[in-house]
């Protein structure tokens, strides 16, 4: 119930909020006023009349950056009235795209399901009858365990659309023994996912971007559009910081459109080039070679493919230019269609980015191409190869350890082409 009042000590103005650039207006309701807050009900206007919320803190799941959200709530008929940002979330930081307040149109939704429903006919006549959570937890269950227990592992199929469960599934169902796993994820960023993956056991890195000095952004990433916005954010950060964007994109996106530098290779070859200013780095001994060193395990590397080298640093380096060697500007040039000088400039743009490089790849180059999970994996290999930090400054990269070899098949050269750039 909602009744006119005199204007109490909450409904006053705000004082200003200060901030790095100054004094400036409240943008969200205090935290300590979150149990309680009071807004006038723009409805009863003229009339000031109060209306009491509370700001719970949760999170949208429109897409996967899992963006926080304040959910609205009124006091007196506990009913979600709106969704806005919340300034605490570590990622978003109250800052959201349209999708996240959109999410009341799913709390409202006059045709969402809001019980089990089990079919109650034949498949496809439209029957279903209503059972609670127990028993369809119970039916779902029952059934997967029987198929487990006779040996039907084939017959179990796990999807979702959203994959927010963090790699949980990845866990639950090798377990299980099953390897039915599907989701929106295969048709959108599988590619991408896949070559970061195989490099380090995980599907999903985060640039440090805000603090980077040279930013490199492959095809769709991450961050086009409204999709992962917590990143976009960083990106701005980094490019008001100082830091030089540097874009691979068929397209003139939003993000090539403020870039320093923007090419447009053949669809397919962005692996090409990223071996080319990888061999640049390590030919013009500009890679960070402590890093290398440290977390590369070379070692095995040379006892499995040269046993008969010598077991030193300076004989991997050797090796890996040989490996790489006929991966120069002038290849990549006929790989991508993008002048050699073009491409030793931004070689020489991530050359002297002193330890502070973040890159990325996500959908297009990596799920458009046949072999392009490749474009991750060596974007992987020359982040690994990105110059030593300098004094004052701290790396932007992933520590991982890799072998290079064509035996596990980690950035192995084989035949290069548009389609399929490096793999063997």
């Not at 040279?214 to 916005?229: A, C, R």
Request: glycine residues 10%; positive net charge.
């Amino acid at each position: 119930m909602v009744k006119p009042v005199l204007p109490s000590a909450a409904t006053q103005p705000l004082p200003p909020q200060q901030t790095e650039a100054g004094l400036r207006l409240q943008q969200y309701p205090p935290v300590d006023r979150w149990d309680d807050w009071i807004e006038w009900d723009p409805k009863a206007w003229p009339r000031k009349v109060e209306r009491h919320y509370m700001l719970l803190p949760t999170i949208c799941f429109n897409c996967e950056s899992a963006c926080g959200l304040l959910g609205w709530v009124e006091k007196d008929t506990l009913a979600v009235r709106k969704f806005e940002g919340n300034p605490l979330h570590p990622g978003s930081r109250g800052r959201n795209c349209a999708k996240g307040p959109a999410t009341i149109n799913q709390v409202n939704d006059p045709d969402r399901i809001l019980y089990p429903l089990k079919r109650a006919g034949r498949r496809g006549e439209g029957k279903w009858a209503r059972v609670s959570w127990a028993e369809a937890l119970a039916d779902i269950g029952g059934r997967i365990r029987r198929a487990l227990q006779d040996g039907r592992h084939e017959e179990i199929m796990y999807h979702v659309g959203r994959p927010g469960h963090d790699g949980l599934m990845e866990w639950i169902l090798p377990a299980w023994g099953i390897d039915g796993h599907n989701s929106h994820t295969n048709i959108c960023s599988s590619g991408a996912r896949a070559g970061y993956a195989f490099w380090m056991g995980f599907d999903r890195p985060s640039p440090d971007h805000a603090k980077a000095n040279v930013i490199l952004l492959i095809s769709s990433h991450l961050e086009t559009g409204h999709y992962f916005n917590p990143h976009a954010q960083r990106i701005m950060e980094g490019k008001m910081a100082g830091a030089k964007l540097i874009v691979f994109d068929t397209r003139l996106s939003n993000t090539a459109s403020m870039a320093d530098a923007w090419i447009a290779p053949w669809p397919g070859s962005e692996a090409a080039i990223l071996l080319a200013i990888a061999r640049h780095l390590v030919a013009t001994r500009r890679h960070d070679r402590d890093f290398v060193r440290r977390w590369v395990n070379w070692e095995q590397y040379l006892s499995a493919e040269h046993p008969g080298s010598p077991l030193s640093f300076e004989t991997f380096e050797q090796k890996l230019l040989e490996l790489y060697g006929r991966y120069t500007f002038d290849f990549a040039e006929k790989e991508s269609g993008v002048p050699a000088r073009v491409l030793e400039g931004i070689a020489e743009d991530v050359a002297g980015c002193g330890g502070r490089l973040a890159a990325h790849n996500w959908r297009s180059a990596g799920s458009g191409n046949l072999g392009g999970w490749q474009v991750a994996r060596c974007l992987w290999f020359l982040s690994r190869e990105a110059p030593r930090p300098t004094a004052g400054t701290s790396g932007c990269r992933a520590r991982t350890r890799s072998l290079p070899t064509s035996r596990a098949g980690t950035i192995s050269p084989g035949r290069a082409s548009t389609r399929s750039p490096i793999s063997r």
